[in-house]
């Protein structure tokens, strides 16, 4: 089969997990024998805004290009803040991109092209790819039902007003009469866009991320001597770290003589939060190699997913199950279907450090061999693998 992915990023430029998340399925449908195209911007391509610069990672074939536009998604997060709603506007049917999309696709000729995170890109996206094949939208974030991606701003979730109602009616009309099927990693997310008028009248269905899988699992070790915990994230408001602080301070592990909590990964509250700790029992490690996560990982015997926003389906858990152990996750957003009360992790209310310090509590005197178990046979379901095989699935039902 013929694929075109659509990504605003792909690796070695990246922000977060979707676009590597990008890179392991394009890789692995490689693997499958399918040929697969990537289009996606690019930095410093020599100011050529017309030309394709054509590369082929891991056998991948990578158009980047730099869409006429004030900041490309890379620069997105640097940009000063003055140039962003003039951003946002060029954001919302850019006929630059419509073109290039359309020039490459006329090239590679897809089967099928899949849409991933579009910000930096526009809506010409979708009418673009519909002219060459069906079209299939995987959902990372909220960009189609708020300016706000992430519906959260000035350290708050934001629920879109009268004034997102004109937003909303104008992505219904520029993406969903080019769109066959929209899927999403978690329910919420899905049920949020139907919420608001979005979906209605689109074929979708949720489909879980997967991860790659060493299956070396660590043999669980009992609490005797020291209860682990580890945070592993940006470090931005949204993400929490604050809440997890103020109940890790105060508590008291019930059974092992001491706790201790591990927070990994970088992000602009990273000062305020270390000036905020006055505990030994705490570590600030920074961004880490991925063979250092992996140890951090195994060695945990609790992971903890403090958000405060509607979080999606956050790959962090993924990767904790995938090493057996255990999360601890606020229950908001796409969280709670993946967490197990009891059986692969526990929840709390979000914001509520006494409430997430009553769940310590009761994680370090419950966490056995059992729970153990069910977290890697849950991790199970949850591989790349499968995720490939259900997306092949997909794509031949719409072909």
């Not at 001491?258 to 970088?266: F, M, V």
Request: proline letters at 6%.
């Amino acid at each position: 089969m013929n694929i075109a992915l659509l990504s605003n990023l792909y690796p070695p430029e990246v922000i977060g997990g979707a676009e590597r998340h990008v890179q392991c399925v394009a890789e692995r449908l490689v693997e499958r024998d399918h040929q697969v195209s990537v289009i996606t911007t690019g930095t410093d391509l020599d100011g050529d805004h017309n030309q394709f610069n054509r590369e082929n990672i891991n056998g991948v074939n990578v158009y980047r290009f730099e869409p006429f536009t004030v900041y490309t998604p890379l620069e997105h997060q640097d940009a000063p803040r003055w140039q962003k709603p003039i951003q946002h506007f060029a954001d919302l049917w850019n006929p630059h991109v419509y073109w290039m999309v359309k020039k490459c696709l006329s090239s590679v000729r897809p089967d099928i092209s899949h849409i991933h995170n579009f910000g930096g890109l526009s809506n010409a996206v979708f009418p673009a790819s519909s002219l060459y094949s069906d079209v299939l939208h995987t959902i990372h974030d909220y960009s189609l039902v708020s300016p706000h991606a992430s519906m959260f701003t000035n350290g708050k979730i934001i629920e879109p007003g009268l004034a997102s109602r004109v937003y909303q009616r104008f992505n219904r009309l520029t993406v969903e009469p080019y769109l066959d099927y929209a899927t999403a990693p978690s329910q919420f997310m899905l049920d949020m866009h139907r919420q608001y008028g979005l979906l209605e009248n689109i074929e979708s269905g949720r489909l879980r991320l997967g991860i790659e899988h060493t299956n070396e699992y660590t043999n669980w070790e009992p609490t005797d001597n020291e209860f682990r915990c580890l945070f592993a994230g940006q470090l931005t408001y949204q993400k929490g770290v604050d809440v997890l602080i103020d109940a890790f301070s105060n508590f008291t592990a019930p059974t092992a003589p001491t706790a201790r909590l591990d927070i990994l990964g970088k992000g602009p509250e990273r000062e305020t939060l270390e000036s905020s700790v006055d505990d030994t029992r705490i570590t600030f490690h920074g961004f880490v190699s991925e063979a250092e996560l992996h140890e951090r990982f195994k060695d945990a015997h609790l992971t903890i997913v403090p958000s405060r926003w509607y979080d999606n389906s956050p790959m962090v858990i993924y990767e904790s199950f995938m090493h057996g152990t255990p999360v601890l996750g606020a229950e908001i957003g796409g969280i709670p279907e993946l967490i197990e009360e009891g059986t692969t992790g526990y929840l709390f209310e979000p914001e509520d450090p006494e409430k997430l310090r009553v769940s310590l509590k009761r994680a370090e005197q419950d966490i056995d061999e059992s729970i153990h178990s069910n977290v890697c046979a849950r991790a199970q379901e949850l591989t790349l693998t499968k995720h490939v095989e259900d997306l092949i699935e997909l794509y031949e039902g719409l072909v």
